[in-house]
Structure formats: structure tokens, C-alpha cells
């Protein structure tokens, strides 16, 4: 070989998905428990569930999606296909009132979990598009 020459080494450290680093199902879970837990003390959120009965549907779907969305498996796919987020929500009225209540429960159950500060910065970077993106009324 040429003296002169040197073998880099090749890095196969890959960073945690968001997924990973929260620590996985288990996270996702909590948090959608903190937050629904917020929803059903909130006129202004509970008015969004026509039927109060399917909370635990409610809350089993939004784990399923922000895992995956994060990184995790796509059980939220493989069950209800494409997420569709703006299309499953139009037929419900989200203005800025819905869009700041939505957000502030998000954060309160953030608060209450104490993710790492590399978690809570990427979830609440999508939260804040998320909800302003289901606003369909002024």
C-alpha cells in the first residue's frame, strides 16, 4: 500500500430516530394518555369528539400515528392507510381557539413527560405545523 496513503474509518453511528429516543411505544403512549387525559377537562377540545364513547379509539390512533411519524412502525398505516390528517379533520370546526387549546394540552403533557430537549423541540416543531395546518375555519 502507499505510506502516504490513510483508511478513514467509516462512522456506523446513526442517530436515534425521535422514535428511539423518546424510548419508543411506551412514550407515544404516555404522552397521548397525558394529553386525552387534558381533552376531557376541556370544553373547547371535548366539543371536537362528537362521541365521547371512542376517547380510547381516539387515543390508541394518535399513539399509533405520532409513533410512526416519528420513526416508529407503521401500525397506523397498515391499519387506517394513508394518515389524511386535513381530510379527517374537516368535518370538524378547528379555528384558532381549537388550533391554541389543541396546542397548549399538547404542551402541558410534554411538560408532564420531560422528554429530552432534542425529542420535545422535534415533536413540538411538528405539533405547531400540524395544528395550524387542521385550522379550517377563521
Given at each position: 500500500?502507499?505510506?502516504?496513503?490513510?483508511?478513514?474509518?467509516?462512522?456506523?453511528?446513526?442517530?436515534?430516530?425521535?422514535?428511539?429516543?423518546?424510548?419508543?411505544?411506551?412514550?407515544?403512549?404516555?404522552?397521548?394518555?397525558?394529553?386525552?387525559?387534558?381533552v376531557?377537562?376541556?370544553?373547547?377540545?371535548?366539543?371536537?369528539?362528537?362521541?365521547?364513547?371512542?376517547l380510547?379509539?381516539?387515543?390508541?390512533?394518535?399513539a399509533?400515528?405520532?409513533?410512526?411519524?416519528?420513526?416508529?412502525?407503521?401500525?397506523?398505516?397498515?391499519?387506517?392507510?394513508?394518515?389524511r390528517?386535513?381530510?379527517?379533520?374537516?368535518?370538524?370546526?378547528?379555528?384558532?381557539?381549537?388550533?391554541?387549546?389543541?396546542?397548549?394540552?399538547?404542551?402541558?403533557?410534554?411538560?408532564?413527560?420531560?422528554?429530552?430537549?432534542?425529542v420535545?423541540?422535534?415533536?413540538?416543531?411538528?405539533?405547531?405545523?400540524?395544528?395550524?395546518?387542521?385550522?379550517?375555519?377563521?
Amino acid at each position: 500500500t502507499d505510506a502516504g496513503a490513510r483508511e478513514l474509518p467509516i462512522s456506523t453511528a446513526v442517530e436515534p430516530t425521535i422514535y428511539d429516543a423518546a424510548g419508543g411505544e411506551a412514550f407515544f403512549t404516555d404522552l397521548v394518555d397525558a394529553f386525552y387525559d387534558r381533552v376531557e377537562t376541556d370544553p373547547v377540545l371535548l366539543s371536537l369528539y362528537p362521541d365521547l364513547a371512542d376517547l380510547a379509539g381516539a387515543r390508541r390512533r394518535l399513539a399509533l400515528f405520532l409513533g410512526q411519524y416519528f420513526g416508529g412502525p407503521a401500525i397506523y398505516s397498515s391499519e387506517r392507510g394513508h394518515p389524511r390528517l386535513r381530510a379527517r379533520h374537516l368535518p370538524f370546526a378547528i379555528g384558532e381557539r381549537e388550533r391554541d387549546h389543541w396546542l397548549a394540552a399538547m404542551r402541558e403533557a410534554l411538560d408532564e413527560l420531560a422528554p429530552t430537549e432534542r425529542v420535545r423541540a422535534a415533536l413540538e416543531r411538528y405539533f405547531d405545523l400540524a395544528a395550524e395546518a387542521m385550522r379550517n375555519r377563521e
